[in-house]
């Protein structure tokens, strides 16, 4: 019985074809791959680096303290608190939340406003802490405080123990990227007419970041 080998090398070059292309197929999903985590790191990163290296208005520098070793909010245990893409204000709220602590959260409430159409790019949180021995918190406080209470209206607030990061103590107000990471943090005056400068501060560092970003 004679085999018909005629077809052989027809069968052969398909099947080369086919390997071709799908060795083709698997580089490109790879390279897909790659260039959507490149695009979805790469705003973050240059929002921070456009801080550190001011690559805004020559001469002028971030107004905040940037973190000279970066944390996440899962390395504080605040695993509760997700960024949504979102940047978010963060205010770690002092035990107790006396006048200036109060004041603090007005102007920030302000500053939250005054990002304007970038205002749902941001998320403004509140960070409480359950102590015993709290004699007055923000809860006891906004209901005497009829102003206080519209403006923690606008806050998502969470009951967390307390953070013992020493840059990241109570009181101070910290800013987080989209991804998690708490890039920067501002400390609240305690003169009362310190704390419209204090908003303009944060205002123009949360500005700066939102420009570079593209995500969040």
Request: proline letters at 6%; glycine letters at 4%.
């Amino acid at each position: 019985m004679q085999t018909d080998v005629r077809n052989k090398p027809e069968m052969n070059s398909q099947n080369s074809v086919k390997e071709v292309a799908k060795t083709s197929q698997n580089g490109n999903g790879r390279k897909h791959f790659v260039m959507v985590c490149i695009a979805f790191l790469l705003p973050v990163i240059l929002a921070k680096m456009a801080l550190e290296q001011q690559w805004f208005n020559y001469g002028v520098t971030n107004q905040g303290q940037l973190l000279a070793t970066p944390v996440s909010l899962s390395q504080l245990s605040l695993t509760d608190i997700q960024t949504d893409k979102h940047w978010l204000m963060v205010f770690n709220v002092p035990t107790p939340c006396e006048k200036a602590c109060q004041k603090s959260v007005n102007a920030l409430s302000n500053t939250y406003l005054a990002l304007g159409k970038e205002m749902p790019r941001v998320q403004a949180v509140l960070l409480n802490y359950s102590t015993a021995h709290a004699s007055t918190n923000l809860a006891t406080a906004s209901g005497k405080n009829n102003e206080l209470e519209i403006h923690i209206s606008r806050w998502q607030q969470f009951t967390v123990p307390a953070l013992t990061h020493p840059e990241l103590q109570h009181g101070k107000v910290f800013i987080v990227d989209p991804l998690g990471n708490v890039v920067m943090t501002h400390q609240p005056p305690q003169a009362a007419d310190a704390l419209p400068a204090f908003g303009k501060a944060i205002l123009a560092d949360m500005k700066k970041l939102l420009k570079y970003s593209r995500i969040g």
